[in-house]
């Protein structure tokens, strides 16, 4: 069982990235599939999630970010659009079901002119 993150990096303010989560080992349909991100110094916390019910993201980015899977790929993506210093974290994909709780390694993400 694996979750691999990818697609973080150096941005400027006001542009874009899209993270992905691939995972292996099992059917990510059949959990729910977040995005936490932790800012330097401070706690983790939830951006968004998404499951056969539907989708929210947290109101720190509504409108810029939005969740996203492709089942076939077994792949959940963030796509974070107008990005803000304060987006700057390291961004970590989880899978919930039940009492399982899977968390990916994080990618970095730093918004900075």
């Known amino acids: 069982v694996q979750l691999v993150e990818s697609g973080g990096g150096l941005v400027q303010p006001g542009g874009s990235l899209r993270l992905s989560c691939a995972a292996s080992?099992?059917?990510?349909?059949?959990?729910?599939m977040s995005w936490y991100r932790q800012p330097p110094g401070k706690e983790r916390e939830l951006v968004a999630s998404i499951s056969s019910g539907g989708s929210s993201t947290n109101d720190s980015v509504k409108g810029r970010f939005t969740i996203s899977r492709d089942n076939a790929k077994n792949t959940v993506y963030l796509q974070m659009n107008s990005l803000k210093p304060e987006d700057t974290a390291v961004y970590y994909c989880?899978?919930?079901?039940?009492?399982?709780?899977?968390w990916g390694q994080g990618t970095q993400v730093t918004v900075s002119s």
């Open positions: 989880k899978a919930r079901r039940y009492s399982i709780n899977y």
């Open positions: 080992g099992f059917p990510l349909s059949s959990y729910i």
